[in-house]
Nanobody, 126 residues
Framework: QVQLVESGGGLVQAGGSLGLSCTTS????????MGWFRQAPGKEREFVSA????????LYADSVKGRFTISRDNANNMLHLQMNSLKPEDTAVYYC???????????????????WGQGTQVTVSS
């Protein structure tokens, strides 16, 4: 069974930066689009960003566009999310996710992902 493991969450002041990472031992990592989602208390899990299997195409939620950057290192099975200019409303548990099928295009839809990490907490204080 594929396992995704996130790291890099923590507490930061508004305006600060954090970098999240997601890794897997799955050898086919480079064949799948990957995404980041987040879930705040009492809210639905929402799309943050996604990246194509080769890293060429990216998607961002409007709320994070211009502040967050998604990237991947297929040689080392790593997915990253660099978060700058953080706001208190960015506070959530952040999850990385793998697309359902290999070679899929990146998507903002939750149903297009079927493998999820355990999540990492990001807290932004005002």
């Amino acid at each position: 069974q594929v396992q995704l493991v996130e790291s890099g969450g923590g507490l930061v002041q508004a305006g600060g930066s954090l970098g999240l990472s997601c890794t897997t031992s799955e050898r086919t990592f480079g064949s799948y689009a990957m995404g980041w989602f987040r879930q705040a208390p009492g809210k639905e899990r929402e799309f943050v960003s996604a990246i194509s299997w080769g890293g060429r195409n990216t998607l961002y939620a409007d709320s994070v566009k211009g502040r967050f950057t998604i990237s991947r290192d297929n040689a080392n099975n790593m997915l990253h999310l660099q978060m700058n200019s953080l706001k208190p409303e960015d506070t959530a548990v952040y999850y990385c996710a793998r697309s359902v099928r290999s070679w899929d295009s990146p998507s903002y839809r939750r149903d297009d992902y079927n493998t999820w990490g355990q999540g990492t907490q990001v807290t932004v204080s005002s």
